[in-house]
């Protein structure tokens, strides 16, 4: 086999994984009614309701080889202060807006996800995402959590963090 020949078929072996592993990446919501249902999403946004148990947020990220088990640590930067549910794989700072998850977890379909709720202390603002997989930060995503009507229909596929915070 020729050199240029060898070379395409490392590409041909590599390049499906960082395909996979740069641009499928991505943040998500979903809405349930009061029984539990989901009535909206997973819908691929960033822009996060502060409806207390009825919104819930997530993220998930591509992880490139065989389908394994992984070191996951995912650390979740809120605004400002709220509450959290702690247990064994998960600590909170002092000010009480940051935490920090690991545990093992098994990638299915070369993936990884994680779903968080909103709880009835969470703050508006921006909330910021570190994906780390096996030592090494594998993704980041900031969400915008924003108050709105619980009573008002909403969209999500409507909805965008620029109209709402300077940052953005």
């Given at each position: 086999m020729s050199k240029a020949a060898r070379i395409l078929a490392c590409l041909m072996l590599v390049l499906p994984n960082l395909a996979l592993?740069?641009?499928?990446?991505?943040?998500?919501?979903?809405?349930?009614?009061?029984?539990?249902?989901?009535?909206?999403?997973?819908?691929?946004?960033?822009?996060?309701?502060?409806?207390?148990?009825?919104?819930?947020?997530?993220?998930?990220?591509?992880?490139?080889?065989?389908?394994?088990?992984?070191?996951?640590?995912?650390?979740?930067?809120?605004?400002?202060?709220?509450?959290?549910?702690?247990?064994?794989?998960?600590?909170?700072?002092?000010?009480?807006?940051?935490?920090?998850?690991?545990?093992?977890?098994?990638?299915?379909?070369?993936?990884?996800?994680?779903?968080?709720?909103?709880?009835?202390?969470?703050?508006p603002g921006m909330y910021k995402y570190m994906i780390h997989i096996d030592g090494k930060l594998r993704a980041e995503f900031t969400y915008?959590?924003?108050?709105?009507?619980?009573?008002?229909?909403?969209?999500?596929?409507?909805?965008?963090?620029?109209?709402?915070?300077?940052?953005?």
């Open positions: 592993a740069q641009g499928a990446n991505y943040p998500f919501v979903y809405i349930t009614d009061e029984a539990g249902n989901v009535v909206q999403g997973p819908e691929r946004t960033n822009v996060v309701p502060l409806w207390p148990v009825r919104s819930c947020f997530g993220w998930s990220v591509a992880v490139p080889g065989p389908d394994r088990q992984v070191d996951l640590m995912e650390v979740q930067q809120l605004s400002g202060k709220t509450r959290f549910d702690v247990g064994p794989d998960i600590t909170v700072n002092e000010n009480s807006d940051t935490t920090t998850r690991r545990v093992k977890d098994f990638t299915r379909d070369g993936r990884l996800e994680g779903i968080w709720c909103v709880n009835d202390a969470d703050p915008c959590a924003i108050r709105f009507p619980a009573d008002k229909p909403l969209d999500l596929k409507t909805l965008a963090c620029k109209n709402y915070f300077e940052s953005s």
